[in-house]
């Protein structure tokens, strides 16, 4: 009993500083029956939520996301994008939050999510980033990213990236896993790619510098063909 009084006075604490959802998170329980045929995980970072799901045979299934706002025990998620249904894009979903010893309930009329921590592994490349460079020809070909974008998500070890219109509705692929960034040297393992099964489990190493708050690697794509890309704070171009 005294455990479980201290772990719920720790996650208090931490929401007091508005910080203990960052990460990655599994679900462990829909609607009271326990998923075993999906791995399905949200991944929190500034404010910001990503859905994705996958089959046990990594192929890919679905992906939502958006800006969150948490009010004390209350979740309320602007939908960006949604791969599964588009029509729900620019509207707002809200939950209830039910804190236990080791999970976190979210609860709106429709359904119950128990999700399960993760990660909230930080390191120097944490954060949510936008696509905004790539070299082509031997030259750099900048972008200023608007309602078309590509986001990219790092936190808790794993990545995720996405390609969307948050006007239209419009999904165009995305992409994620594991990845690690150690001493200028970025590497991140492939476990669900909507576009191409086929490199899920490829394994990238890029050299990457972080260069006036943009995040600059290379290396070689899934496709072995050279890379270089610019990656920028997202919240400097995109406000919710």
């Known amino acids: 009993m005294k455990n479980i009084f201290v772990s719920i006075g720790l996650v208090l604490t931490c929401i007091a500083y508005g910080q203990w959802y960052e990460g990655v998170w599994q679900l462990e329980d829909l609607n009271h029956k326990k998923v075993m045929d999906q791995v399905v995980l949200a991944m929190i970072q500034d404010d910001y939520l990503l859905m994705n799901a996958r089959n046990q045979n990594h192929e890919f ?64 490349l944490t954060g949510n980033k936008v696509f905004t460079g790539r070299e082509k020809d031997g030259e750099m070909s900048r972008t ?10 790092l936190t808790g070890n794993h990545f995720q990236w996405v390609a969307f219109n948050s006007a239209t509705g419009e999904f165009s692929g995305t992409g994620g896993g594991t990845y690690t960034a150690i001493d200028g040297a970025y590497t ?24 006036d708050d943009d995040w600059h690697h290379k290396g070689k794509s899934s496709k072995g063909e050279p890379l270089y890309e610019i990656w920028s704070t997202y919240e400097k171009y995109v406000k919710p």
């Not at 998620?77 to 080791?102: A, C, H, M, Q, R």
């Not at 200023?144 to 998500?153: S, W």
């Not at 191409?196 to 510098?209: E, H, I, K, M």
């Open 188 to 211: 991140e393992k492939i476990e669900f790619f909507s576009r191409d099964n086929s490199r899920v489990g490829a394994v990238l190493t890029f050299n990457y510098q972080i260069m």
């Open 61 to 124: 299934l679905y992906t939502w996301g958006g800006p969150i706002q948490i009010t004390k025990n209350k979740l309320k998620i602007l939908v960006d994008f949604n791969s599964k249904n588009p029509k729900e894009v620019g509207k707002t979903k809200y939950f209830d939050i039910d804190i236990n010893e080791n999970t976190i309930s979210l609860i709106n009329e429709n359904e119950r999510l128990t999700w399960s921590f993760k990660s909230n592994h930080k390191d120097e």
């Open 144 to 153: 200023t990213p608007g309602d078309r974008r590509t986001l990219k998500m």
